[in-house]
């Protein structure tokens, strides 16, 4: 669906960055144009200048999505979803990051999250990014509880992780 997305804006660059940024923050757009999250609106001077692009380019990329039914459908409906990752040190959480070598693969979030509970640990939130809107996704697991370096091991040895940190 990403790929599909961007071929719209196939013959611009700057959209293209407009675009990732919205999919990226969870933005969407409202009836008028403007980029809001939830009842909020985000100032197209402020997204243009965080990617880079004249304001223009915003209003141009926004006017696109309304007229195009798919993408009006989409850029309505988004939203975002808040995330403990940031504030994990100050509330003494442990954040898990998986990387994997086929994120297309079946069973990903279920083995992962499995040892955890295998070893009684609690999850306090899960954030899985889409194969699609990143080159590189990964599988997130916020915990209250240290990781022991048996469950390390554990999640270290599922066939198909690639690399583990913890933060």
């Given at each position: ?8 804006f196939?013959?611009s ?7 990732r940024l919205?999919?990226?923050r ?10 809001v ?9 402020g997204?243009?200048r ?15 999505i ?7 459908r ?23 990051s998986?990387e ?5 693969q ?9 040892t ?12 899985s990014e889409?194969p699609?809107f ?17 469950v ?12 583990i940190e913890?933060?």
């Amino acid at each position: 669906m990403f790929d599909e997305i961007m071929e719209k804006f196939e013959g611009s660059p700057s959209q293209q960055a407009v675009i990732r940024l919205l999919l990226e923050r969870g933005f969407s757009v409202n009836d008028d144009g403007r980029v809001v999250s939830g009842g909020i609106e985000i100032p197209n001077t402020g997204i243009a200048r965080e990617i880079g692009v004249d304001r223009r380019v915003v209003d141009s990329t926004t006017d696109v999505i309304l007229e195009d039914p798919e993408l009006r459908r989409i850029f309505q409906n988004i939203s975002q979803v808040p995330s403990l990752m940031d504030l994990a040190p100050v509330l003494d959480l442990t954040v898990l990051s998986v990387e994997v070598t086929n994120a297309e693969q079946e069973g990903i979030v279920a083995d992962v999250t499995g040892t955890l509970a295998d070893h009684d640990i609690s999850i306090r939130q899960t954030i899985s990014e889409d194969p699609e809107f990143t080159d590189e996704p990964r599988l997130y697991l916020i915990t209250d509880e240290e990781l022991s370096g048996e469950v390390i091991t554990a999640i270290r040895d599922l066939s198909f992780v690639r690399k583990i940190e913890i933060q």
